[in-house]
């Protein structure tokens, strides 16, 4: 998987006007009409999993290029441009109150498009699941308010949701793709899309924590006196020096970030050594496991037990502060140039006004001399 991030996102609060979102909904459903017309429904599913072009569309269709109100505007706009009958493509969920009725959504949607019982749980299932993932599996700090599950006819799927930091006051979005996803909890995103954290990160769907994931297993597995009794020896541990407990060549990271949950949820363990899981999935998929319990299970595993956890941040570019000098990421210029050319020609072969069009392209010669 090739993980990217691009560009701050600060949290913008208000409403998009009406007269924009409706301007959004019109030129979002011409350029997209050109994509499904000339490549298909899955090319389409692609670019929304690809958070250049993404974040490309967003301004293009006229939302401000770092805001993080682009995510959950261009989402709305889709769904409504996106008609199942006319395009065979339809958007579940949302922000806030809507993300709760994506479930509902997808069963709605996937008896209109006639599928099975079966294909249906395992979307609602898809769902649940990356949702879980960008929650407890990688934890930096980020609470996701946006959820939006878009199906298309052939039963391929893309997701894009976004988290706030309620600290720092910026939003991250995460973007994933049916055909991408070989294994939910180990490097399954198609794109990151935020800023990229100085402190550490607890991502345990990096290849580097396979032993953690196993080990938490493992852990998780074992009576709830048993955890209880590592737990205490794990703050023990956390209340010495960094030196007393790093083990042989294990990198470094900031003593805040190793601090235990303040409460750990003992109904919630008693419930993963009744149901016994059989692998990290399982664990993360048990009803009431959440950040804090994953967090607790992922120290041990660290601490304890020495398996090694990636601490790094899973975004590896950023712009905005840093740009054409590198400092201090460098921009993945040729995915962002594929992108915004993609986007380029699809506009100039779209059916909307002379107007709209040029305006449009004005808009995409902004966004390259705001990156680059």
Not at 211 to 235: C, F, H, Y
Not at 257 to 278: A, C, G, H, T
Not at 291 to 320: H, M, Q
């Amino acid at each position: 998987m090739k993980k990217t991030g691009v560009a701050y996102l600060p949290l913008h609060g208000g409403r998009c006007p009406p007269w924009l979102f409706r301007k959004m909904v019109r030129l979002s459903k011409a350029i997209c009409e050109i994509i499904l017309q000339d490549f298909g429904r899955k090319e389409l599913l692609r670019r929304f999993s690809n958070p250049f072009f993404f974040q490309s569309l967003g301004c293009v269709v006229g939302f401000d290029y770092h805001s993080s109100g682009l995510t959950t505007t261009l989402t709305g706009a889709l769904k409504e441009a996106l008609s199942l009958e006319e395009h065979g493509v339809a958007v579940c969920g949302g922000k806030g109150k809507a993300s709760r009725l994506t479930l509902e959504e997808i069963e709605k949607y996937g008896s209109k498009f006639s599928f099975s019982s079966k294909r249906i749980d395992n979307l609602k299932y898809c769902s649940r699941i990356v949702a879980k993932v960008d929650t407890s599996a990688v934890q930096s700090g980020y609470n996701l308010y946006h959820h939006a599950f878009f199906i298309s006819e052939d039963g391929s799927w893309a997701v894009v949701q976004q988290g706030l930091n309620p600290k720092n006051r910026f939003a991250r979005r995460y973007h994933w793709l049916s055909e991408k996803v070989q294994s939910f909890v180990l490097e399954p995103h198609s794109g990151f899309f935020g800023e990229r954290i100085e402190d550490v990160v607890l991502n345990l769907t990096s290849y580097k924590s396979v032993t953690a994931q196993k080990v938490i297993v493992d852990v998780a597995k074992e009576g709830p006196m048993k955890v209880r009794n590592m737990v205490s020896e794990l703050n023990d541990k956390l209340n010495v020096t960094l030196m007393d407990w790093i083990f042989p060549g294990q990198k470094k990271v900031a003593f805040k970030n190793l601090i235990m949950p303040v409460s750990v949820d003992w109904n919630v363990i008693r419930k993963l050594y009744e149901f016994q899981p059989k692998n990290f999935e399982e664990v993360l998929m048990t009803y009431g496991v959440g950040p804090s319990t994953v967090r607790a299970l992922a120290l041990i595993s660290n601490l304890i037990y020495g398996a090694e956890v990636d601490w790094e941040d899973p975004i590896k570019y950023s712009f905005c502060v840093g740009g054409k000098d590198g400092v201090p990421y460098p921009v993945d210029k040729k995915a962002y140039e594929e992108s915004i050319k993609f986007l380029r020609d699809v506009i100039e072969g779209s059916e909307i006004g002379l107007d709209d069009r040029k305006n449009a392209l004005k808009r995409l010669n902004i966004i390259l001399t705001k990156t680059f």
